[in-house]
């Protein structure tokens, strides 16, 4: 299992960032993919999750209205778009996959996932 995180880097307040999510060998099928962020001396959070085929979605209350998850189940892939960024968003984000997904409970809590990317760093600063 692969999940390959990429797209970070140096923005300013307000501008906006693309984060992808290539993920490979992730069985069964039916799963859900989150992205996840660390600040230095804080822990690993939850911003969004989307589940593959039925539809569901998770945002944290800190990203509602700015960020967007999307899937290309053709590619295996989960984009996430953060506009309006601010310097509390800076952090390393990580991609990960809840093979054990049961359908209708998303969920966004880091012991949930099995799979993980390596991070990529978003900083948000002036």
């Known amino acids: 299992v692969q999940l390959q995180a990429s797209g970070g880097g140096l923005v300013q307040p307000g501008g906006s960032l693309r984060l992808t999510c290539a993920t490979s060998?992730?069985?069964?099928?039916?799963?859900?993919t989150g992205w996840f962020r660390q600040a230095p001396g804080k822990e690993r959070e939850g911003v969004s999750c989307?589940?593959?085929?039925?539809?569901?979605?998770f945002y944290a209350d800190s990203v509602k209205g700015r960020f967007t998850i999307t899937r290309d189940n053709a590619k295996k892939t989960v984009y996430l778009q953060m506009n309006s960024l601010k310097p509390e968003d800076t952090a390393v984000y990580y991609c990960?996959?809840?093979?054990?997904?049961?359908?209708?409970?998303?969920?966004?809590?880091?012991?949930?996932?099995?799979?993980w990317g390596q991070g990529t760093q978003v900083t948000v600063s002036s």
């Open positions: 990960a996959a809840d093979a054990t997904y049961h359908s209708g409970l998303i969920s966004s809590e880091v012991s949930s996932y099995d799979y």
């Open positions: 989307i589940s593959n085929d039925d539809g569901m979605i």
């Open positions: 060998g992730v069985t069964p099928d039916h799963y859900a």
